[in-house]
């Protein structure tokens, strides 16, 4: 039985376009998996610190020394990481703030990127990630377009993404970007071509 991690990050509790997209996503996810699970962590609705002192110092504790001090301020982040790595298949869904990810996906990011655990530095000083056999998915939605315009240049969303993923050892199978959410006229006909392009990806290639 596979698993679904499903992250959201988009502020709204009503009218989310990222978080409607990643409504059809997992309909399909599930009628490709009906018996999988589908884990769902909205992280405007959970709580989601950003990382402290006393966490990123536990973080380089030798696990021979670690204190109960320790482990406390390790919780939180060994539960988002223990969850990641039960996950087949990644989910998240991500709209534009200030040019890049909200704020709160960064935070979930920072609790999960760990040395030694999620990801290692080589003998040679290269990193490699630790979290393979995943595939991951990605929705993202921005206000104005963006692709092909001189706005493009300011999309570090996406590139971050790729990235960050890929710094994991996550492959990024597929990235749905809609585009004009501000504009009614432009956002109806660009989500009906992610929705294709959700429903093409799922036709492509077994998840």
């Known amino acids: 039985m ?13 009218g989310s376009q990222s978080k409607t997209l990643a409504d059809f996503f997992v309909k399909q996810w599930k009628e490709v998996n009906p018996n999988g699970n589908v884990i769902h962590r909205d992280l405007t609705k959970q709580n989601m610190p950003h990382l402290s002192q006393e966490t990123v110092t536990a973080f380089y504790i030798p696990e021979n020394d670690i204190s109960e001090t320790h482990k406390t301020a390790l919780a939180f982040s060994n539960a988002l990481i223990a969850e990641l790595k039960s996950a087949d298949d990644i989910l998240i869904s991500s709209p534009l703030y200030n040019l890049n990810v909200p704020s709160k996906l960064k935070a979930y990011l920072d609790h999960v990127i760990r040395s030694g655990v999620t990801f290692k ?22 206000g104005a377009v963006y692709k092909g315009t001189p706005m493009e240049s300011l999309d570090f969303q996406e590139p971050y993404l790729k990235t960050i993923l890929g ?23 660009n989500l009906k071509i992610q929705q294709d392009n959700i429903l093409n990806t799922f036709k492509s290639f077994a998840l």
């Open 167 to 189: 710094f994991l050892g996550i492959e990024l199978k597929a990235l749905f970007s809609l585009e004009g959410t501000a504009h009614p006229d432009i956002s109806e006909n």
């Open 2 to 14: 596979k698993t679904l991690l499903r992250i959201d990050s988009s502020l709204r509790t009503e």
């Open 121 to 142: 530095v080589d003998t040679d000083g290269s990193y490699v990630g630790l979290l393979k056999d995943k595939s991951a998915y990605a929705i993202t939605t921005k």
